[in-house]
């Protein structure tokens, strides 16, 4: 069979057998492209080798060199044409340097830090769209910048609310409305020349670089507010291999602040897929996403359309007031980082009334995971929290633990690096894993993982950074230990635990002393010095 598309010079060779010999029949169907090539040399040619007793196939790429495919599924003509078009490189040191020398761009240009992630994201998103914008000035430039989002956004859930944001907050803010002509040609040149050809978003590495651009940029947002705890990138790629996601995961994040968890999980399901009715599917049907912040919901939404996820099911609002929602999305993972620090607007008048005189959430977020917790019921939830949760046994943190308890079993714990939110929040998070829908079992073993030490070191202006390439190694270790579960001292530890028990691993690890030195008991005394010095205490 011969299927071509004349216009994209493409021609796809189909030989059918019952039951097909790879050595002998490749050649059958190779002197036919030996055929095409002689009768049109102009074509590229995919040649497919079809079982039809099952569904057993062997794809062949015939351009400028033959490449035999990794394919077990028939594709669209679309998608064979994607095969041989020009690709984008992937180079991360590149987009580092550049990121760098954009943000000062972004500076001398009066763009204020706050705003830095969505103006990136939302030029970038017009820019790999097309966007024309050399010698126009700044009215003109961002008409096509409105245009296209609204383009982008034409099928997606709540979509006069994202634009409103993008638009409200980002275009028309004075501060671009304010830009210079000349100004905001040179940024957007820039992007477009020194960022987009070194990001392949067709790629998993692609979609990850992508990531590291974006959060670049949300960490100068956290730096002016001391509250905003953006999830980091690499902590939340461990936290979706810990969940276990695969290509019938359907994801919720009813705090999803600017998207981080969603993005990470839609890359790993992804990875999975082969086809683009595939990828449709899971963009459409399996992640979903609530944020209550009107400026951070149109980050999460310029997150999701930079990955390529235009029509996502991320909507505005209170989880709580969208709780049916939650239960209609059928998610069997939730992934979440909830706001430690909730004020009485953000939650149920009921459940605020009983603060008494604090006026912030006395659960430090726990309260938002029990609720969602008991409207998915199923499957596993994953949630950063203060240690506040994980040390306090009394009160109604320790009220909701138990409850917690007795519907949910709480698989496993992490401690994570003290300085993780930097240079955003000062919280120190943990990690904790529950199996829903299933109460926790008399004497069960948690997992406790002591996993402070990530490798990553502060860098003033742009954040922690893995400037050592640890990490990799590092999220083998914590994973391998994890998932077998092992008692390593001074790395993690099985207990069975209570509501009325500590759920951290300081708790009950060893301590591994054949790893201390001379200069790590100096290094405290130093510290402790230090610490008297600053309380004048000396």
Known sequence: MRFCDTKNKLVVLVETKKRYNIKKDKEQL?????????????????????????????????????????????????????????????????????????NRMLHDNGIPEKLRSQFVGTCLLALKDGLIYKGLSTKQINAGIKEKLSLMLRDSIDKAKK??????????????????????????????????????????????????????FNKYVAREDKNQAFTPNHISHFMCKVA?????????????????????????????????????????????????????????????????????????GSCFD??????????????????????KSQVPKTFANTWGKSSTDPTKGLYFVKFVADKVKRGRLLSLLPMQCAIKTDGMIGDIKQE?????????????????FYPGASAVAC???????????????????????????????????DVKDKWVETEKKWYDTYRSRLTIPGLSVCKSVTSSME???????????????????????????????QNEKF
């Not at 209609?328 to 992934?335: G, I, P």
């Not at 308890?405 to 300085?419: M, R, Y």
């Open 163 to 216: 634009l409103a944001a993008l638009q409200s907050n980002i275009i028309e803010s004075q501060y671009v409305e304010g830009l210079e002509s000349d100004g905001y040609n040179e940024m957007l040149d820039f992007i477009h020349y020194s960022i987009l050809p070194y990001i392949n978003d067709m790629t998993y590495e692609g979609h990850d670089i992508l990531s590291y651009f974006f959060t670049t």
């Open 431 to 465: 990690c904790m894993v529950f199996d829903l829908g299933k109460p926790h079992p008399k004497n069960y073993e948690t997992f406790f993982g002591y996993y402070r030490e990530d490798g990553f070191e502060k860098r003033k202006g742009v954040g922690r950074v």
């Open 244 to 316: 276990g996601i695969h290509r019938n995961t359907r994801v919720l994040d009813p705090t999803c602040g600017s998207g981080t968890f969603l993005v990470q999980a839609m890359t790993q399901i992804l990875r999975e897929c082969e086809t683009d009715v595939e990828r449709k599917k899971v963009k459409e049907e399996q992640i979903y996403g609530i944020e209550f912040d009107d400026s951070v919901y149109g980050l999460a939404t310029t997150n999701m359309l930079i990955h390529g996820d235009g029509n996502s099911n991320i909507r505005g």
């Open 503 to 533: 759920w951290c691993a300081e708790a009950y690890m060893e301590t591994d002393y054949s790893t201390l030195s001379k200069m790590d008991f100096v290094e405290k005394l130093r510290d402790y010095a230090a610490f008297l010095v």
């Open 322 to 343: 969208l709780g049916d929602w939650i239960a209609d999305t059928n998610s069997n993972l939730v992934l979440m980082n909830p706001p430690y620090n909730a004020s």
């Open 30 to 102: 190779f002197s036919y492209v030996s055929l095409e090539q002689r009768i049109f040399p102009e074509n590229k040619i995919i040649a497919i080798l079809a079982n039809t007793s099952n569904s057993n196939i062997k794809v062949w790429k015939i351009g400028e060199y033959e490449e035999e495919l990794d394919d077990t599924k028939l594709k669209s003509i679309s998608e064979y044409i994607e095969y041989f078009k020009p690709r984008n490189i992937n180079d991360k040191t590149a987009v580092l340097e550049n990121t760098a020398r954009l």
């Open 404 to 420: 917690m308890l007795n519907e949910h079993t709480l698989d496993a714990v992490f401690s994570f690096p003290i300085d993780m």
